[in-house]
């Protein structure tokens, strides 16, 4: 029996998940495992956004931090745009930011990620080059890897940050943690795109047996969350949609 695909990215991200695996013949299931809310300080954000034009570039992190940054105004002011990601990338675009002004990965590139990203923007930062990281923070307070940062200032860039709405675990009630045993036990395809979420699906389900399902995951460092988690079967794939379609052909 072909199983069921769970998407567990945020709301905003799942949806056109969902209707591309439906479009391919998949069964498929959205439970968001990252919750988005507003900034913790949403002044800081309007001082981060009004002080936005001194610098030369403005990183994304992730697409939900375009939509909680850019404004219209905004848009047409960006400098260049810095996109760990397509899915950022696309997020720009439809935010109103010129194709030719956005910096992204190779499309071939092994991975979405910083290191990269780092391939495609390292040329542009020279000393007294001013870079803003916009990203989210997790209700523990944790902001992500400083990865590129660190790079970045080696380079003799300087960096700001800015807060620009947070991550949370969703809130499940029984019918819900019913349903994720139902898919635990029948081996369902976790489709796993955050070490986060990981971690929240986790300390959603105590003492869950994951020995019976299985997890498609789009990184490294991901995969590495799913195994100490108990998934029976892992797989990993670029997070493009044409690469985990294909990968999951293995599940036919």
Same mark, same amino acid.
């Given at each position: 029996?072909?199983?069921?695909?769970?998407?567990?990215?945020?709301?905003?991200?799942?949806?056109?998940?969902?209707?591309?695996?439906?479009? =391919?013949?998949?069964?498929? $299931? $959205?439970?968001? !495992?990252?919750?988005?809310?507003?900034?913790?300080?949403?002044?800081?954000?309007?001082?981060?956004?009004?002080?936005? /034009?001194?610098? &030369?570039?403005?990183?994304?992190?992730?697409?939900?931090?375009?939509?909680?940054?850019?404004?219209?105004?905004?848009?047409?002011?960006? #400098?260049?745009?810095?996109?760990?990601?397509?899915?950022? $990338?696309? =997020?720009?675009?439809? =935010? /109103?930011?010129?194709?030719?002004?956005?910096?992204? #990965?190779?499309?071939?590139?092994?991975?979405?990620?910083?290191?990269?990203?780092?391939?495609?923007?390292?040329?542009?930062?020279?000393?007294?080059?001013?870079? !803003?990281?916009?990203?989210?923070?997790?209700? &523990?307070?944790?902001?992500?890897? &400083?990865?590129?940062?660190?790079?970045?200032? =080696?380079?003799?860039?300087?960096? *700001?940050?800015?807060?620009?709405?947070?991550?949370?675990?969703?809130?499940?009630?029984?019918?819900?943690?019913?349903?994720?045993?139902? %898919?635990?036990?029948?081996?369902?395809?976790?489709?796993?795109?955050?070490?986060?979420?990981?971690?929240?699906? &986790?300390?959603?389900? #105590?003492?869950?047996? %994951?020995?019976?399902?299985?997890?498609?995951?789009?990184?490294?460092?991901? *995969?590495?969350?799913?195994?100490?988690?108990?998934?029976?079967?892992?797989?990993?794939?670029? #997070?493009?949609?044409?690469?985990? !379609?294909?990968?999951?052909?293995?599940?036919?």
């Amino acid at each position: 029996m072909t199983p069921t695909v769970i998407v567990t990215r945020p709301a905003r991200e799942a949806s056109p998940w969902v209707a591309a695996l439906q479009a =391919a013949g998949w069964a498929v $299931a $959205a439970l968001p !495992l990252i919750e988005i809310a507003a900034a913790p300080d949403p002044q800081a954000l309007r001082r981060a956004q009004a002080s936005a /034009g001194q610098h &030369d570039a403005w990183m994304f992190v992730s697409a939900q931090a375009v939509h909680a940054f850019l404004t219209p105004a905004l848009a047409r002011l960006a #400098p260049r745009c810095w996109a760990p990601g397509p899915g950022t $990338a696309k =997020a720009l675009r439809e =935010a /109103g930011v010129p194709p030719e002004r956005i910096d992204q #990965p190779d499309a071939a590139a092994e991975q979405f990620d910083s290191e990269a990203l780092w391939q495609a923007v390292a040329p542009q930062v020279q000393p007294g080059h001013r870079l !803003l990281i916009v990203r989210g923070q997790s209700a &523990d307070g944790q902001t992500g890897r &400083d990865w590129l940062s660190a790079r970045c200032q =080696a380079a003799g860039g300087q960096i *700001e940050t800015c807060i620009a709405y947070r991550r949370q675990p969703p809130v499940w009630d029984a019918a819900t943690r019913g349903r994720v045993a139902t %898919w635990a036990m029948e081996g369902a395809v976790w489709l796993l795109s955050s070490s986060e979420a990981v971690a929240h699906l &986790d300390a959603l389900c #105590p003492g869950q047996s %994951w020995g019976r399902a299985r997890a498609l995951v789009t990184h490294p460092r991901i *995969e590495m969350s799913a195994r100490r988690m108990g998934f029976g079967e892992i797989i990993t794939t670029r #997070p493009a949609l044409a690469d985990v !379609l294909r990968a999951l052909e293995t599940y036919r």
